[in-house]
């Protein structure tokens, strides 16, 4: 199992303000922004993201946190993840969402993610920042803001590291023999 | 008290492989549940608590599955919180009772076991006037998760996690605190129950009540050794006032009417006289003591109406708590199942 090393503590904090000015910039400003980060990583970055935001534009924008694991299609066979509570600040009514998860890989986690949005009402837009396209799609979903894009084979496994949940930034390939 | 003993030596269920809420199938009782199984369970109940207060209180989850709540003996508030807990998971629930069933014709509990199996049922959540029935479908129906919702005076495990969480999400830990339950705790699955949750999760449990009523050798059972953990701390006390002693929670138990000509109590009056929880009795409780009861409650004899409706009661958020930690249940065992 060898570990190869995508991105490190300064590549992601790069990253995050690239994508925090993107997010200005295609929405003229944080007017009605909202990022909602999806649990675990995407929780922080999230955070982080915001609080860039809040730092580029000098004003607030408001955090919330998502748990898509009650609308996933994908649970394997007695692999019930564990649910963590939902919190969204303000009502996401006619705001821009933009919703915030480490790696981008199939897609199903972005689609149950838009299904949890909507049981909190309509949006005027979701749009999707990702610290990592790895690619490998199934379902018709792209992001609109990516960290960096990385070709990987099917069976090999991402590993997303932060400071807040594993004490050190990083994102690397490890392969995982069977 | 031999029932006793054969209750500590039948339950011990061989269906059981245990490898944490992930790998679980059944929910019997407390006693195979380690306390690393029973946090996470108390954590999920936490993000479904978020799901029961949203304006719209429905999620995908288990679409497509099915639940059974197969009930022998009457119950409001656990049968309608599973009901809930299932419908608000998108599960399609089926609610049969004994009477108006085959049960009625003679149908054994086995039988209407393997015939809900048979119908492709995910889930039974059974309650049953006799101690270890929900074993019994455990250990012979391969395909089903079983969900022991009360069975005789031996296990309500939903309801001992309802009321673990209840006190952790009030007083933020379980740990080193002193818990009083008071009562008719020798016919009481639900203190039974909770004297396992509440000791595995290192808090000191007192029994308290009418030494009749006291489960005198469930803490010395013959053959199991005096320091066999956990329940070595439990204590006993006939003494309300010496029991309440710096108590931060005290849980009440129904009496039930038929004790008294069961020859348990002398006289109705006595009891409430002498163990009945009150306002003025909590004197030397922790200031922050809180009443639970997990009802139905006879106001006026195992508790005071004033307490029982007052600022230190969490009696019905132990209800909205139920339906939360039935849906985490419900999930867990069956989300992903043959997926």
Same mark, same amino acid.
């Given at each position: ?11 992601? #904090? ?33 955070? =982080? ?22 609308? #996933? ?10 649910? =963590?509570?939902? #919190? ?22 972005? #689609? ?67 | ?25 059944? $929910? ?24 029961? +207060? ?13 639940? $059974? ?29 004994? !009477? ?15 015939? /809900? ?8 959540? /059974?309650? +049953? ?51 009083? /339950? ?103 409780? !922790?200031?922050? $003591? ?34 939360? /930690? ?10 992903? $199942?043959?997926?």
């Amino acid at each position: 199992m060898a570990d190869r090393q995508i991105m490190n503590d300064q590549d992601i #904090r790069r990253a995050l303000a690239r994508v925090a000015h993107e997010i200005l910039e295609r929405n003229r400003g944080a007017e009605d922004l909202i990022v909602v980060g999806i649990h675990t990583r995407g929780v922080h970055l999230a955070q =982080r993201l915001a609080s860039n935001l809040t730092e580029f534009e000098g004003s607030e924008v408001p955090v919330a946190d998502l748990d898509i694991n009650l609308y #996933r299609d994908d649970v394997k066979a007695r692999m019930s993840p564990r649910i =963590r509570p939902t #919190r969204i600040p303000v009502d996401i009514q006619g705001k821009k969402v933009v919703l915030v998860d480490d790696v981008l890989f199939t897609g199903r986690t972005v #689609r149950a993610a838009m299904d949890a949005l909507n049981d909190f009402g309509r949006p005027q837009q979701i749009q999707l920042a990702i610290l990592l396209d790895r690619g490998h799609r199934e379902l018709p979903i792209r992001a609109d803001y990516v960290g960096q894009n990385v070709p990987t084979a099917p069976d090999e496994v991402v590993r997303v590291r932060l400071v807040e949940t594993d004490g050190i930034d990083e994102v690397a390939i490890v392969r995982v023999e069977e | 008290m031999s029932l006793l003993n054969a209750l500590e030596t039948e339950a011990q269920p061989q269906v059981i492989a245990s490898g944490g809420l992930k790998r679980r199938r059944h $929910v019997l009782d407390l006693d195979d549940f380690s306390r690393q199984e029973i946090l996470e369970v108390l954590e999920s109940a936490e993000g479904m608590s978020e799901v029961l +207060h949203r304006d719209i209180k429905k999620v995908p989850a288990l679409r497509g599955r099915v639940v $059974v709540t197969l009930f022998y003996e009457a119950s409001t508030r656990t049968r309608m919180s599973f009901e809930e807990a299932g419908k608000i998971l998108s599960a399609d629930v089926i609610n049969m009772s004994a !009477s108006g069933s085959s049960a009625e014709k003679g149908e054994s509990l086995l039988n209407t076991g393997l015939t /809900i199996q048979a119908m492709g049922v995910d889930t039974i959540v /059974i309650r +049953h006037p006799h101690s270890g029935a929900p074993y019994l479908l455990a250990q012979h129906l391969d395909k089903v998760g079983i969900i022991n919702a009360g069975d005789g005076i031996h296990a309500h495990p939903t309801q001992a996690l309802l009321d673990l969480y209840t006190v952790k999400e009030k007083l933020g830990r379980l740990e080193g605190l002193k818990v009083v /339950i008071v009562g008719d705790v020798l016919h009481s699955r639900v203190a039974r129950s909770n004297i396992w949750g509440f000791a595995k999760m290192g808090a000191q449990v007192v029994l308290c009540g009418p030494s009749t009523l006291l489960p005198l050798d469930m803490l010395r059972p013959s053959g199991v050794p005096a320091n066999d953990e956990p329940l070595a701390s439990v204590q006993v006390e006939t003494n309300l006032d010496q029991a309440l002693e710096g108590a931060d929670v005290v849980m009440a138990l129904r009496l039930q009417a038929e004790r008294q000509n069961g020859g348990f109590l002398p006289s109705m009056r006595e009891y409430i006289r002498r163990w009945q929880v009150t306002e003025a009795r909590l004197g030397r409780s !922790s200031p922050d $003591v809180m009443i639970m009861h997990p009802g139905p409650m006879n106001e006026g004899i195992e508790i005071s109406s004033t307490l029982a409706h007052g600022g230190r009661s969490v009696i019905e958020r132990q209800v909205t708590n139920g339906v939360a /930690i039935r849906m985490a249940l419900l999930y867990h065992l069956s989300a992903g $199942v043959g997926a």
